[in-house]
């Protein structure tokens, strides 16, 4: 996203006030170019926006709890510190998939589903680039749970048990299952059938027998088209403030009415097309006190129907599995990442040309985008740290306009500590490569470069590499064994040491006489 876009949009005075309405009570985490702020901050006074906005901020980011003073976060010795600190919290699902009507029709159900059992404080927000926020207020549940879970009093007192019970409950609960999964195979063109499967399968490259489904009952795993990352939630949890831009789409996190969620588009998300004053009646996490304590009944569904009849603290850990292992679909401007594991060593001599040719480059502009292809692509084939940062540093250095090391520690920073590396961006994200300069005929290359198969982005490249290379090497080593074995030569007798040492000792025949006269 360029700076002036975020400068002009955050110079609005409507946005800098709607975004301190929303801070208060609340800790915040800013993101400048490439960076995060220091935590914890605050934002009390109209100043403090205008600061940050001079400073040249690109995103704002708050917690989803509620703080009597959130600049005491992190000095706490003990739990027991932080829950004192802590007067409340909003239920916020934050919901993705691999396409983003996907986590459109995700928010629907989800919604519809509170419906039915009774919450009606139920408010939506788009994330600002393919997901969507759903969420309850605190003023929805009662401020008192006594009988509701042993030993706790306070609801105040639940996060994050309970945003991770919501998700189990649901994804547990027949009728939710059955409807989104409903939800999406309609959404593939039909009732439910095998091809709806196929399409999904060969769409997003998930092999069919990971979705797992069952022709009788029309139900499959969709957690492999969507996500609710709330389930792995934990305190001081961030989440992108209402009204904030996404630093990689350039829309607008925007409010928008429960009912509109299937009509919503990304467009609408632009930053001049979004004004606070048109989203004042459906305002994401407004309290509406004509349906009172409606949280209560979620309360009593997630906590006295959830107990006893399935497992909780199992299905939270085989989620944190799932998610960690999932070598599936990730999302990337442009398409979906599709993510493949080298456990084979690879030398410069395996790299597409798209990655040599980024190396070699001094880009006028891009420079950062081609820093990410350059750190996802080494960090997902395995290379060591030391090796990847002098690499980084040797490309920087060739580069006219360098990157500030600064920039460059901060990006490094955030990849170490990820658990899992992040594939590069697809090729047919054209912000990656095309646009930062790389010609074309270079990118179809390696697009095209094996037969039968079309290349989705470097470290697929590598991947089929090593696996045809792997084909090549047990070809000749098969061809090998069925070529004839040649008959042994019949061996020349060797003479005897007697019969040897007998020659050495017969005296030499005399030599011709013309042999005589020429010496």
């Not at 139920?122 to 009988?147: L, M, Q, W």
């Not at 509701?148 to 105040?156: D, T």
């Amino acid at each position: 996203m360029d700076k002036s876009i975020a400068q002009n949009y955050y110079k609005r005075i409507e946005i800098q006030k709607a975004i301190l309405n929303f801070a208060k009570d609340r800790e915040i985490g800013v993101m400048f170019d490439g960076y995060f702020g220091k935590r914890p901050d605050v934002i009390e006074y109209l100043t403090d926006v205008k600061q940050l906005v001079d400073k040249g901020i690109f995103s704002f980011h708050c917690s989803e709890e509620r703080w009597a003073n959130a600049l005491l976060l992190g000095t706490e010795k003990k739990q027991e510190d932080r829950d004192n600190n802590r007067v409340g919290w909003d239920l916020i699902l934050d919901l993705d998939g691999v396409d983003y009507v996907y986590s459109r029709l995700l928010g629907k159900v989800i919604i519809d589903f509170f419906d039915d059992i009774g919450v009606k404080n139920v408010t939506t927000k788009f994330s600002g680039n393919k997901g969507f926020h759903i969420g309850v207020p605190f003023e929805a549940f009662s401020r008192d749970c006594y009988g509701l879970v042993e030993g706790i009093n306070e609801s105040r007192l639940l996060f994050p048990d309970v945003a991770k019970r919501t998700v189990v409950f649901m994804l547990e609960h027949s009728e939710f299952n059955k409807n989104i999964c409903k939800a999406i195979l309609e959404y593939n063109g039909g009732d439910g059938g095998i091809g709806e499967i196929n399409k999904i399968s060969n769409k997003y490259n998930i092999p069919l027998e990971d979705l797992k489904y069952d022709e009788k009952t029309k139900l499959f795993d969709f957690m492999k088209v969507i996500d609710i990352d709330t389930i792995l939630i934990t305190s001081r949890h961030l989440f992108r403030m209402p009204y904030s831009l996404n630093e990689k789409s350039g829309l607008v996190s925007v409010p928008l009415p429960n009912d509109k969620i299937m009509t919503f588009e990304r467009e609408d998300a632009l930053p001049e097309k979004v004004n606070p004053e048109d989203c004042k009646d459906f305002e994401f996490l407004t309290y509406n006190p004509k349906f009172g304590k409606d949280g209560n009944k979620l309360l009593v569904k997630v906590y006295e129907d959830l107990d006893g009849n399935i497992n909780y603290d199992d299905i939270v850990k085989e989620h944190q599995k799932k998610k960690k292992d999932r070598l599936g679909i990730m999302q990337s401007e442009g398409g979906s990442i599709i993510e493949f594991e080298i456990n084979q060593e690879v030398t410069i001599a395996d790299f597409p040309k798209t990655i040599t040719h980024i190396l070699k480059t001094d880009f006028l502009d891009g420079r950062k985008r081609a820093l990410f292809v350059l750190i996802t692509f080494l960090t997902s084939i395995k290379w060591d740290w030391t090796t990847i940062d002098k690499m980084i540093e040797d490309w920087n250095n060739k580069q006219t306009d360098s990157l500030k090391k600064q920039y460059i520690g901060a990006q490094v920073s955030w990849f170490k500590v990820k658990e899992k590396p992040i594939s590069p961006p697809n090729f047919i994200s054209a912000n990656f490569y095309s646009s930062i300069g790389i010609p074309e005929d270079v990118i179809n290359d390696d697009k095209r470069k094996f037969s039968g198969t079309t290349i989705k982005n470097p470290l697929h490249f590598v991947f089929v590499k090593l696996k045809r290379d792997e084909m090549k090497k047990e070809l000749e080593k098969k061809n090998k064994k069925k070529e004839p074995k040649k008959k042994p030569e019949p061996k020349k007798k060797t003479e005897t040491k007697k019969k040897v040492e007998e020659k050495e000792q017969t005296p030499k025949q005399a030599e011709p006489k013309e042999l005589k006269k020429m010496n």
